[in-house]
């Protein structure tokens, strides 16, 4: 549910620079013409829900450094799991569709921070009048889909405490810092299991030295070996994003890149 109280739609002050966005700083200056004018600044909150399944996509997000945004497929039952993570590095909304279309999945924010708003039918008008904005956003829909992907494999082949190592990365790699706000629960979620079966995994990671945690935060110690411990998916997303989108540079710790 939306944080009481929250208030994404107000405006957080002058509009925030696109370098803010790694998606919108590599545009070249006439995209970037066709769209700034019409990017609003604001906040989002830890909790607070974007979309959700059967929603017109009437507005599209572009995070900033710290925001952390899942995909998220519920079910019946109430439970859901993450289909996908977006940081700086991407968007959210209408990045491929031809106008608002309904949501698939629900758009939740895990890290609270910034983002830039638009407006989906701002943003379509825009696709309209360059290819090379098509084309950007395009690439940009090609590596979030290899991601999907990838997840699913993971999600079905592989053992809990990789699948564990692979997300805390994933989010590492966005969030920019090694302290990160997020409870049991909320991984538990993420990777569609009990709470219970994430606080055995976690204590494994905190007694091999890899992270910490506590009070709603888990802290990256040892990067290197927690790369080690995760299974091929983290790398091989990353290696494809940095294929597809190659004048971003390397990916990896993406939210320390200012």
Partial sequence: MSRPGAKSGDSAGPNRPLASNRLLAILGTEDRSLIEPYLESV???????????GDDVSRTYFPGLGTLISLLVPMQNGRAAEAATIGREGALGGIVSAGHKPAFARAVVQTAGPALRLSTARLEEAKLRS????????????????QILQSV?????????????????????RVGRDDIQLTQETLAEMLGVQRTT?????????????????????????????EAA?????????????????????????????
């Fill in 43 to 53: 906040t989002l909150y830890q909790g607070e829900v974007l979309y959700e399944p």
């Fill in 131 to 146: 290819q090379s904005l098509r084309e950007l956003f395009s690439r940009y829909a090609d590596a979030l889909l290899a």
């Fill in 153 to 173: 494999a993971c999600n079905a082949l592989h053992p809990l405490e990789a699948r564990c190592c692979r997300w805390l990365l994933a989010t590492h790699d």
């Fill in 198 to 226: 994430v606080t055995g995994i976690a204590r494994i990671l905190r007694d091999k030295g890899l992270i910490r945690y506590g009070r709603g935060q888990i802290t990256i110690v040892d990067r290197p070996g927690l």
């Fill in 230 to 258: 995760a299974c091929e998916c983290h790398a091989a997303v990353t290696t494809h994003f940095e294929r597809i989108l190659p004048e971003m540079g390397a990916q990896r710790l993406i939210g320390r890149v200012v």
